[in-house]
């Protein structure tokens, strides 16, 4: 009876592992061939330097960067929360949870836990990105998902960082932008009889 049970979990274990396999293969195919599906078959694509070819590029930079930022985070974290299903499916939750999108961010949640990634990770990115708030403009197009992929990277980003980093060195002010911000003094405590 042993032998069979220590069969059948090693067989779901094999099992699990070329799913896995399988659907990084297939997330990575999807990333890919993604852009081509986008375009529209009933026009013809004019290669002539017009308006289409410049959406064409756009739309080559923006796959670029999405290959990029999955490369950055394999490179600065150690472990699941690298890898690409872990880090897409992830921030996705983030986003939906800022958006108060909370069925569709549990399911993708779902999602995430059964490819085996860290839930410790989407909840420090979550905390990170409330720090945020009030530098997310929503009509900013990525300022959401350029804040969200900051925390995924560095869940103890701070916005003073941040905004010393991001601060234009051509206004005057840019030193008095560059300093941090005062920190908020602590409650006063009751005295003690």
């Not at 959401?144 to 980003?157: E, F, T, Y």
Request: aromatic letters at 6%; a positive charge.
């Amino acid at each position: 009876m042993l032998q069979l049970r220590t069969t059948i979990l090693r067989h779901l274990a094999l099992r699990h592992l070329a799913v896995r396999h399988l659907a990084i293969a297939g997330l990575a195919f999807l990333l890919t061939i993604g852009p081509g599906f986008a375009q529209s078959g009933d026009k013809p694509q004019d290669q002539s330097g017009k308006p289409g070819s410049a959406n064409q590029n756009d739309v080559a930079k923006d796959s670029q960067r999405k290959v990029d930022e999955f490369a950055e985070a394999a490179q600065v974290l150690n472990g699941p929360a690298g890898n690409p299903e872990c880090v897409w499916l992830g921030r996705r939750v983030v986003q939906l949870m800022y958006r108060d999108d909370l069925d569709t961010a549990f399911r993708h949640l779902d999602l995430y836990d059964r490819f085996g990634c860290p839930g410790g990770h989407v909840q420090a990115a979550f905390r990170c990105l409330t720090r945020f708030l009030p530098e997310i403009d929503d009509k900013v197009q990525k300022s959401l998902s350029d804040h969200v992929h900051v925390c995924w990277i560095n869940p103890a980003a701070q916005p003073q960082a941040t905004a010393a980093a991001a601060a234009p060195t051509t206004s005057g002010n840019a030193a008095a932008a560059a300093s941090p911000a005062p920190q908020p003094s602590a409650p006063p405590q009751p005295a003690a009889k």
